[in-house]
């Protein structure tokens, strides 16, 4: 009996054993899997940190750029080096980053339609009216090019962008189609009507009329959010603001300019379009820097752009700066204003908005 006791004993000892032995491995595997999983995690974020320097140094680099140019040049357009892509890569190629690459664009911001400016500031009770006949060519062109916005009502949406933009005028509705508060407190969810300048884009799919497809395109064709911009506010008298709305046609893409231009001469921004990247053995042949250089495109004649409408220059852009490593990415879109530092008298690019994806 006392031997088979003894033999019961070992068989326990072993299952203790093997139970400490399992444990043992268990928890050792589980601390390679955390110390694994903390090194991983401790690497990401290494390599996030060295994306966002990476970002932000192109975004340094374009702004640069930006001052440069305006000590050069009194006019902006796509002729110059801050719009070149090729110009732009050569640079980057100077800059010694160890691992990674970085790209960046450039756009001029009034190159698009100023969303702020449909009606005059700072009162903001009235129509601007030249910016309301090109809206209602521009948003007629959109409902031509593409059959998913033919149920759209050009005069709705402006009516109500300006009511949306309008304030002390005790919420009176713009026309037969505009909307105060009253029309969005019955929505679902309801909220009310701003009554004040937009401050991002985004918030036009609120205003009646402007459907998910008016604002972000339908198919291949683009929609409102591809030309149209809340920047380009300048001081006035009186410590106050407006938005002049006017255009550079200079960088404005041709569904732009065909808004600009009388109805009917679609051809004729088309050559317009062309004629400011014309260029005789790589060299650029027209002077973009007078506002009425389009004149001298042919087949213009008598055609006449409103100077309501009009600039060759422009102080706000949009950067954005790609950076990539390895698997990751980052992306920084900044929207920067030039000015001159009243202490220094030296131009610089001040940040409007800053955004990470």
Same mark, same amino acid.
């Given at each position: 009996?006392?031997?088979?006791?003894?033999?019961?004993?070992?068989?326990?000892?072993?299952?203790?054993?093997?139970?400490?032995?399992?444990?043992?491995?268990?928890?050792?595997?589980?601390?390679?899997?955390?110390?694994?999983?903390?090194?991983?995690?401790?690497?990401?974020?290494?390599?996030?940190?060295?994306?966002?320097?990476?970002?932000?140094?192109?975004?340094?680099?374009?702004?640069?750029?930006?001052?440069?140019?305006? &000590? %050069?040049?009194?006019?902006?357009?796509?002729?110059?080096?801050?719009?070149?892509? /090729? &110009?732009?890569?050569?640079?980057? %190629? %100077?800059?010694?980053?160890?691992?990674?690459?970085?790209?960046?664009?450039?756009?001029?911001?009034?190159?698009?339609?100023?969303?702020?400016?449909?009606?005059?500031?700072? /009162?903001?009770?009235?129509? #601007?009216?030249?910016?309301?006949?090109?809206?209602?060519?521009?948003?007629?062109?959109?409902?031509?090019?593409?059959?998913?916005?033919?149920?759209?009502?050009?005069?709705?949406?402006? #009516?109500?962008?300006?009511?949306?933009?309008?304030?002390?005028?005790?919420?009176?509705?713009?026309?037969?189609?505009?909307?105060?508060?009253?029309?969005?407190? %019955?929505?679902?969810?309801? +909220?009310?009507?701003?009554?004040?300048?937009?401050?991002?884009?985004?918030?036009?799919?609120?205003?009646?009329?402007?459907?998910?497809?008016?604002?972000?395109?339908?198919?291949? /064709?683009?929609?409102?959010?591809?030309?149209?911009?809340?920047?380009?506010?300048?001081?006035?008298?009186?410590?106050?603001? $407006? +938005?002049?709305?006017?255009?550079?046609? #200079?960088?404005?893409?041709?569904?732009?300019?065909?808004?600009?231009?009388?109805?009917?001469? /679609?051809?004729?921004?088309?050559?317009?379009?062309?004629?400011?990247?014309? $260029?005789?053995?790589?060299?650029?042949?027209?002077?973009?820097?007078?506002?009425?250089?389009?004149?001298?495109?042919?087949?213009?004649?008598?055609?006449?752009?409103?100077?309501?409408?009009?600039?060759?220059?422009?102080?706000?852009?949009?950067?954005?700066?790609?950076?990539?490593?390895?698997?990751?990415?980052?992306?920084?879109?900044?929207?920067? &204003?030039?000015?001159?530092?009243?202490?220094?008298?030296?131009?610089?690019?001040?940040?409007?908005?800053?955004?990470?994806?």
């Amino acid at each position: 009996m006392a031997i088979k006791f003894l033999k019961n004993n070992h068989g326990i000892a072993l299952l203790v054993t093997l139970a400490i032995v399992t444990v043992l491995i268990a928890t050792s595997l589980e601390m390679n899997k955390k110390m694994r999983s903390a090194v991983f995690s401790a690497a990401t974020t290494r390599d996030r940190i060295t994306l966002l320097h990476m970002a932000s140094s192109g975004v340094n680099l374009a702004a640069a750029m930006l001052v440069k140019d305006k &000590k %050069d040049s009194r006019f902006d357009s796509l002729q110059e080096d801050w719009a070149d892509s /090729e &110009k732009i890569s050569e640079i980057i %190629d %100077d800059i010694p980053f160890e691992d990674g690459s970085i790209t960046l664009t450039i756009n001029d911001e009034l190159g698009k339609i100023q969303l702020n400016s449909l009606v005059q500031f700072p /009162e903001g009770h009235s129509f #601007n009216e030249s910016q309301r006949v090109m809206w209602e060519q521009f948003l007629s062109l959109l409902i031509y090019k593409n059959e998913a916005f033919e149920d759209m009502e050009p005069m709705t949406i402006i #009516n109500s962008i300006k009511d949306w933009l309008d304030s002390g005028d005790d919420d009176a509705i713009t026309g037969l189609n505009g909307a105060e508060s009253d029309y969005y407190q %019955d929505l679902d969810p309801p +909220y009310p009507c701003k009554n004040g300048p937009f401050t991002h884009i985004g918030e036009l799919v609120l205003v009646r009329g402007v459907t998910p497809e008016v604002f972000r395109g339908a198919g291949e /064709e683009q929609g409102l959010s591809n030309f149209i911009t809340v920047f380009g506010m300048t001081e006035s008298t009186n410590n106050s603001f $407006t +938005y002049e709305g006017k255009i550079n046609i #200079n960088t404005a893409d041709l569904p732009i300019l065909v808004a600009m231009l009388p109805s009917g001469n /679609e051809d004729l921004a088309q050559a317009i379009y062309e004629y400011r990247m014309e $260029t005789s053995e790589s060299v650029y042949i027209h002077d973009l820097s007078s506002p009425t250089w389009y004149k001298n495109v042919p087949g213009v004649g008598d055609t006449k752009i409103d100077p309501n409408l009009i600039t060759t220059s422009s102080d706000f852009f949009r950067i954005e700066s790609m950076a990539k490593l390895k698997e990751m990415k980052i992306k920084i879109t900044a929207v920067v &204003k030039r000015e001159n530092n009243a202490k220094t008298g030296q131009w610089e690019c001040n940040v409007l908005r800053w955004e990470i994806e």
